[in-house]
């Protein structure tokens, strides 16, 4: 049985999962830039805005 092979998440390069130390990335290059993606905001976990504080001073929390 042959190891799995699966495509790098950012160069589609195809790569032997068992064989590929820097995996689920073909290189260290490419961990680097998915890793700069995220921290630049360019990619994210889809979900809610967070709640917008409010402009009067008032905390949510104060008002019963």
Known sequence: MSPPR?????????LDWQHAPQRPFCSER???ID???????????????????PDDGSHPEDNP
């Not at 630049?40 to 504080?53: H, L, Y």
């Open 6 to 14: 699966v495509k790098c998440p950012t160069c589609q390069r195809e």
């Open 30 to 32: 490419c961990r680097l």
């Open 35 to 53: 890793l700069g993606a995220w921290l630049t905001e360019q990619r994210g976990i889809p979900g809610d805005a967070p709640m917008a504080e």
